[in-house]
């Protein structure tokens, strides 16, 4: 089925094929698009190290392999999540611990996570910051330091949203894993990266990229392996269309920033209630809590509104089945979460329209 107003609309920044210079493009994997991505992505992000990858599930692939996630490690994470955040550490064999978001949130619920912390102990916690709705807590720092755990932060729905002044989230401990795909705030259609400070990590993480050989990627026939990997490499061409969304990407945020604004202030229905009410970033994907979904959702295919049903307990899983009366709160919202139409590709009198549509309900 054809929406008029589709779930999610990427900014377009590029219209016409013959703007890619086929004389730049790397014969290779990986060439001056990709190389020069990395080195921007690093400048916005204050990071030392950028590792481009084919996808943020890749990306997080390759931080579990760099930290040497096994069968003996033991991971927490929050119960709210895409499966993708997970995916590579079961894969790994490695224990996997869940815990609760807060009420009515989509933010992990730290005073539970500390509690988790104190009684596994684990090698590995993996924050997942789901559409800007990311937040540190001061125990958990200090908990961090007590008990030598690493960090991944899953970033790929919070990528420039910031933590502090000079600070981004994804950018804040050992790893942090990006998605530059389609429906991303900035994409390079499909594609992801990774973020470290640690000379050692991205060391390993261009390894991993490059099945294992720590060697540059024309030269890699000519060595062997180091590690474990496998070909996590980008393309140029998909590099070359992210170079030219990150370009624009203040523009992108201020409309990301202002869509999620207009929502906020002009939609009026009792029916339903917004999910993480605070704009201090950014929030690619506006969301509401819904008591039905199915009739929602019916009445938004009638009046041609495409809607998301967002991102599901990981406890409902079938690779990873657990008590969901244990997860109250990310449970409900796994149930009645939708995704308004957003994406840097609407204007305010697409949202406009949508809002009318909406305040019939």
């Known amino acids: 089925m054809s929406f008029k107003y589709k779930w999610f609309k990427p900014f377009e920044t590029v219209s016409k094929p013959q703007q890619i210079d086929p004389k730049l493009l790397s014969k290779k994997t990986m060439g001056k698009y990709s190389i020069d991505l990395e080195k921007k992505l690093k400048k916005i992000l204050k990071v030392k190290y950028v590792v481009l990858t084919n996808s943020g599930t890749s990306a997080l692939m390759m931080a579990n392999l760099a930290l040497g996630i096994n069968k003996n490690t033991k991971i927490i994470t929050t119960n709210l999540s895409w499966i993708a955040t997970i995916n590579p550490s079961i894969i790994l064999g490695s224990k996997i611990f869940l815990v609760d978001t807060e009420p009515y949130s989509q933010r992990v619920n ?13 090698n590995i916690v993996i924050l997942s910051h789901l559409s800007g709705a990311a937040h540190i807590d001061r125990e958990f720092v200090s908990l961090k330091k007590k008990y030598a755990f690493k960090v991944i932060e899953d970033a790929a729905q919070s990528f420039l949203h910031k933590y502090k002044k000079n600070k981004f989230f994804g ?11 389609i ?4 994409n390079m259609v499909y594609g992801g990266f990774c973020t470290t400070n640690s000379k050692t990590m991205a060391n390993k993480l261009v390894a991993i990229r490059n099945n294992g050989v720590n060697a ?8 062997l392996p180091s590690q474990r990997g496998l070909n996590f490499k980008p393309s140029d061409l998909h590099s070359f269309f992210g170079l030219k969304n ?8 201020k409309r990301v920033s202002d869509i999620s604004k207009y929502y906020f202030n002009n939609l009026r229905n009792s029916k339903f209630s917004f999910l993480d009410n605070y704009l201090n970033n950014p929030r690619i994907y506006p969301s509401i809590i819904v ?34 009366n244990l997860f109250p709160h990310s449970s409900l919202i796994s149930k009645r979460l939708v995704r308004l139409p957003c994406g840097p590709g609407y204007n305010l009198k697409n949202i406009k329209k949508i809002i009318q549509i909406l305040n019939k309900y």
């Not at 540059?216 to 060595?223: A, C, G, H, I, Q």
């Not at 039905?292 to 409902?316: Q, T």
């Open 110 to 122: 730290f005073k539970t996570l500390n509690k988790m912390i104190k009684k596994v102990k684990p």
């Open 246 to 253: 990150l370009n624009k990407h203040k523009t992108i945020v």
């Open 171 to 181: 950018t804040l401990f050992e790893v942090g894993c990006f998605s530059l795909s």
């Open 216 to 223: 540059l990627p024309e030269n890699s026939r000519d060595e």
């Open 183 to 186: 429906t991303k705030i900035v």
């Open 291 to 324: 008591d039905n979904k199915k009739k929602f959702n019916n009445f938004c295919k009638n009046n041609n509104l495409e809607i998301h049903f967002g991102v599901r307990c990981l406890s409902e899983s079938r690779i990873l089945r657990k008590n969901s």
